[in-house]
Each structure stands twice: as C-alpha cells, then as structure tokens.
C-alpha cells in the first residue's frame, strides 16, 4: 500500500511537472506570437510599398513612352518644316535678281 501511495505521489508530481512545462510552452508561444505581430506588419507594410513602387515604376513607364511618342511627332514636323522651308527657299531664289 504504501508502496502504491509512493507511486501514485511520483504520478502526481510528474502530471504537475508535465503541467507545467505545457504552460511554459504555452507562453513561450504566445510571446513569439507577440514578437512576431510587429514583424508581420513590416513585413505588411513592405509590401505595401513594393507595390507602390511598382505601380508608379509602370505610370513612369507609360510617361517615357508617352513622351517618345511626342518626341517623334516633334521630329516629323521639325523635318516637314525643314523641307518647306527648302522649297520655299528655291521658289524664293527664283525671284533674285
């Protein structure tokens, strides 16, 4: 009997000290999850901006391309303008004296 009292006193002991160390866990794991909430919302906020990035990376882009596009216009009138002025220039010549 006493022998039994032992072991059942050792059982209980060792449920206390398995009880224990899960609630030490258990904190041990909720203080990771706290530590990680500010991580998480970097992490968030990186993305966040990325995208911003990215997004205005493509309005620069478009802006480029809207701006090559004038400067082609620019170019052919430039160069239309040179050949009437060519052709105005002889028709002109034809009149010297």
Request: proline fraction near 1%; hydrophobic fraction near 35%; avoid cysteine.
């Amino acid at each position: 009997m006493e022998k039994s009292s032992v072991t059942i006193h050792e059982g209980v002991e060792n449920i206390q000290n398995v009880t224990q160390e899960i609630k030490h866990t258990v904190e041990n794991v909720n203080n990771l999850y706290d530590e990680m909430k500010p991580i998480s919302q970097s992490i968030s906020d990186q993305s966040v901006t990325i995208q911003s990035v990215v997004d205005n990376t493509h309005i620069i882009a478009s802006g480029i391309e809207e701006s090559n596009v004038a400067v082609n216009e620019i170019n052919k009138t430039v160069t239309h303008i040179q050949k009437q002025s060519e052709r105005l220039k002889s028709i002109v010549e034809q009149f010297k004296i």
